[in-house]
C-alpha cells in the first residue's frame, strides 16, 4: 500500500519561505508514477502545482520562478521549495503520485497547510 506523508506546512508572513517535505512509501512509487504537488484553497478547485515528469519539472503559471520542485537522490523524498511566498498561495498542499501519461492521481497525502499573511 502506497503512503505519502506530508510536512512543512505553516504561516509566514509575505514574501517568507517554506519547504514541503513527502516521504513516499515504498520508495519505488517513484519509478512508477510521476510525483508531484497540488493545492487546493476555500472555496476553489484543487490545482496542480508542480509536477516531476521523470526529470523533467513543469509548474503552474502563478508559481514559476519561486518554487521548486525536487527530490532526494534515495528517490523517496520529495519537496517544494516555495519562496517568495503570496497570500494567494494559501491553501492545503497536497503530495501526489500521479499517471504520468494522463497526469491522473494515483495516490494522494493528507496535506499540509500554507497559510500566508500580508
Known amino acids: 500500500q502506497v503512503q505519502l506523508v506530508e510536512s512543512g506546512g505553516g504561516s509566514v508572513q509575505a514574501g517568507g519561505s517554506l519547504r514541503l517535505s513527502c516521504v513516499a512509501a515504498?520508495?519505488?512509487?517513484?519509478?512508477?508514477?510521476?510525483m508531484g504537488w497540488f493545492r487546493q484553497a476555500p472555496g476553489k478547485e484543487r490545482e496542480e502545482v508542480a509536477i516531476?515528469?521523470?526529470?523533467?519539472?513543469s509548474y503552474t503559471d502563478s508559481v514559476k520562478g519561486r518554487f521548486t520542485i525536487s527530490k532526494t537522490s534515495a528517490k523517496n523524498t520529495l519537496y517544494l521549495q516555495m519562496d517568495s511566498l503570496k497570500p494567494e498561495d494559501t491553501a492545503m498542499y497536497y503530495c501526489?503520485?500521479?499517471?504520468?501519461?494522463?497526469?491522473?492521481?494515483?495516490?494522494w497525502g493528507q496535506g499540509t497547510q500554507v497559510t500566508v499573511s500580508s
Open positions: 501526489a503520485a500521479v499517471a504520468c501519461s494522463t497526469m491522473k492521481g494515483l495516490y
Open positions: 515504498p520508495s519505488d512509487v517513484y519509478s512508477t508514477t510521476c
Open positions: 516531476d515528469r521523470k526529470g523533467l519539472a
